[in-house]
T-cell receptor, first 114, second 113 residues
Framework: KAGVTQTPRYLIKTRGQQVTLSCSPI?????VSWYQQTPGQGLQFLFE???????NKGNFPGRFSGRQFSNSRSEMNVSTLELGDSALYLC?????????????FGPGTRLTVL | AQSVAQPEDQVNVAEGNPLTVKCTYS??????LFWYVQYPNRGLQFLLK??????LVKGSYGFEAEFNKSQTSFHLKKPSALVSDSALYFC???????????FGTGTSLTVIP
């Protein structure tokens, strides 16, 4: 089975712009979660989608949004970019998102905001 | 509240020696515990998890972890370290009521040849 794929792998944007990141989960997985990883804050949970519905949300401002499509692919959008949004954004998929389910991570999208 | 602590930011070990990366957790109810490894500029790779049953869990690449309920710990171990084990290791916990992973701050492991 192919793993979790994320596109693009690298992005450079300027402050005020918006960006959309894409994630394709492992085939058959219906839960997709997004994380932000920075040296200072570590791994922080953004949100989780299951069957096109947001099921959990972390403590991020409304500039961060996401969605999931019927094929379980997910996108994450960040509007009005700030310098502090520079980070590695990781997507993870699991079969059902149940508590004992293993999450499998993609390689991440490295976003740099100038 | 659920949380994970990795008390050591950095662990150095000589190649061939046993290694331990520490993790303690706080969760309501029974915990689901996970270890992941991250290599530079890569995503996280799953190593092992504890759901229930035997306290000693065996995982990928010769790693194992011991669940200790009384000490609320889930330390990662390997009998003989390899240089290729050098990476960033994350412990994560989920409570049975929630789906969100709570990650530790990570421990950077360096195996010295």
């Amino acid at each position: 089975k192919a793993g979790v794929t994320q596109t693009p792998r690298y992005l450079i944007k300027t402050r005020g712009q918006q960006v959309t990141l894409s994630c394709s989960p492992i085939s058959g997985h219906r839960s997709v979660s997004w994380y932000q990883q920075t040296p200072g804050q570590g791994l922080q949970f953004l949100f989780e989608y299951f069957s096109e519905t947001q099921r959990n949300k972390g403590n991020f401002p409304g500039r961060f949004s996401g969605r999931q499509f019927s094929n379980s692919r997910s996108e994450m959008n960040v509007s009005t970019l700030e310098l502090g949004d520079s980070a590695l954004y990781l997507c993870a998929s699991s079969y059902s998102g149940g508590a004992s389910d293993t999450q499998y991570f993609g390689p991440g999208t490295r976003l740099t905001v100038l | 509240a659920q949380s994970v602590a990795q008390p050591e930011d950095q662990v150095n070990v000589a190649e061939g020696n046993p290694l331990t990366v520490k993790c303690t957790y706080s969760v309501s109810g029974n915990p689901y515990l996970f270890w992941y490894v991250q290599y530079p500029n890569r995503g996280l790779q799953f190593l092992l998890k504890y759901i229930t049953g035997d306290n000693l869990v065996k995982g990928s690449y010769g790693f194992e972890a011991e669940f200790n309920k009384s000490q609320t710990s889930f330390h990662l171990k390997k009998p003989s370290a390899l240089v290729s084990d050098s990476a960033l290791y994350f412990c994560a916990v989920r409570g049975y009521t929630g789906n969100q992973f709570y990650f530790g701050t990570g421990t950077s492991l360096t195996v010295i040849p």
